[in-house]
């Protein structure tokens, strides 16, 4: 059983920064590419960035040079450091990776994370 956690949602001001995890547990033996998700009131998920297993980042536009995704492979954690927050960042967050159990590859999502950012 793989489970994925987010934590580090929270409310902030405008401007302000949050740190979101996404931990992996479980019998893994590899966790692959892993994409952080957000989903505001009324709107669609949409992606924010991802991550390779070998540290590739990708950014959606609206959050480059704002948001930073990192992971440390040995703790199967992936991070977003959100920096310069602004109203529309306001949104569930969810954590969604590729993870290798026992020779098979199977896709999974957390319970996502609430960020609220205020004016």
């Known amino acids: 059983q793989v489970q994925l956690v987010e934590s580090g949602g929270g409310l902030v001001q405008a401007g302000g920064s949050l740190r979101l995890s996404c931990a992996a547990s479980?019998?893994?033996?590899?966790?692959?590419?892993v994409g952080w998700y957000r989903q505001a009131p009324g709107k669609q998920r949409e992606l924010v960035a991802t991550?390779?297993?070998?540290?590739?980042?990708n950014y959606a536009d609206s959050v480059k040079g704002r948001f930073t995704i990192s992971r440390d492979n040995a703790k199967n954690t992936v991070y977003l450091q959100m920096n310069s927050l602004k109203l529309e960042d306001t949104a569930v967050y969810y954590c969604?990776?590729?993870?290798?159990?026992?020779?098979?590859?199977?896709?999974?999502w957390g319970q996502g994370t609430q960020v609220t950012v205020s004016s």
């Open positions: 969604n990776a590729d993870i290798s159990t026992k020779g098979l590859l199977s896709n999974y």
């Open positions: 479980g019998s893994i033996f590899s966790i692959n590419n």
């Open positions: 991550i390779s297993r070998g540290g590739r980042a």
